[in-house]
Each structure stands twice: as structure tokens, then as C-alpha cells.
């Protein structure tokens, strides 16, 4: 048994499709952020390897920190109630703030994020999103990179999870029965 290669999920977005865009996304933060103090901000632990990914194709001099939160909830459904688990490691007084976020499912957790962040007067925050759940959006988030938006199911790999695991596969895709919530 492989998860890599017999894993029950139907595919969504293969491993190809994934990193053509990533390249498309890290060409064109590159073009935005020439005379801007970039930082950019993992949100753990979806996050972990879009980040990875993505800054290998962003060509300047960008800072990498985290943050972690976590939502009360579910298995597949957040609450709503947004916790900050772990803060960033500096400051980002002045400098231009690109949340890195592996999906935006209601936008609660997104704008949870910008509000809290804004306070630390940033010269900019955008967001970064490689997938986007319009079905499911409840709060309004303005995404300025964005991946893909997708169906309203629920996905797995390349860094989400189902309770904690298949975050590593390499492709993206969904859970053919969806467990009760
Ligand atoms: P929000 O509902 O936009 O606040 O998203 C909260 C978090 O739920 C996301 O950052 C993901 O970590 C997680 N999430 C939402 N939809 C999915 C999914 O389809 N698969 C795995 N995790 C998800
Ligand atoms: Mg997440």
C-alpha cells in the first residue's frame, strides 16, 4: 500500500497543474513586490508547501515567518471562532505582508488574519490563497493571488489534511464520501 499511489481520493488538481501555476503565481509576485519589503507569511499547517514552492519562484531578497491557527470545529467544518496558536517571530511594522494560505473555505480564518495584522501597521497585507471555495464563502475576502477556486468539496493533499493526515501528497484531491460532520 502506497498513499502516494493508491490513495482513495479522486484527483483534482494534479501535481503538474499545481506547480504550472505556482510558477505563474511567484512570476507575478515577483513583477508587484520590485521596490517593496516583502514578507511572506505561512499559515501553519496548511500552508507548509505552497510556501515552499511558491517562494522558490519569487526572485528577491522576501523574508519567510509563520503563524499558526487553529478553529474550533468539526472534522470538516470550521466554527467560525479563529485562535491564534503562534505568532509571527518579528515585526512587520513597515514592510509589505503577503499572507500565504492554503485555501479559503467560509474566510473566516483570512479575515481574522488581515484584522489582526493591520494593527501592526504593515505598509501593505495582501493574500495569497492557492485554492478558493466560493460556495462556501461567508465572510468577504479580497484574494490577490489565487491558485484555483474549486468546488465545494472537501480536499486533501499538498498540505491539507483530513484530521491531521495526507498532507504530503503531492496532488490534490478529494474524499469521495465525505465524512459526517
Ligand atoms: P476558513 O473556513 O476560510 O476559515 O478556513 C479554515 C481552514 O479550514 C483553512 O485554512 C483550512 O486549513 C481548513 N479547510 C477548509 N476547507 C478545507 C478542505 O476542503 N480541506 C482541508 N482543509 C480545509
Ligand atoms: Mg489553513
New binding site residues.
Partial sequence: MSILKDAPFETLLTEEQIQTRIRELGEQITQDYQDKDLVLVG?LR?SYLFLADLSRHIDLPLIVDFLAVS?YGTR?Q?S?V?RLTNDLSMSIVDKDVLLV??????????SYLIENLATRKPRSIKICSLLD?PA?NIQPVNIDYLGFEIPD????GYG???MGRYRNLPYIGYLNHPPAE
Avoid: A, P, Q
Avoid at 494560505?101 to 483570512?110: A, N, Q, S
Avoid at 468539496?153 to 486533501?156: D, T
Fill in positions: 499559515v496548511g478553529s470538516t470550521s467560525g479563529v494560505e492554503d485555501i479559503v473555505d467560509t474566510g473566516l480564518t483570512m471555495k462556501r468539496k472537501f480536499v486533501v491539507l489534511d483530513y
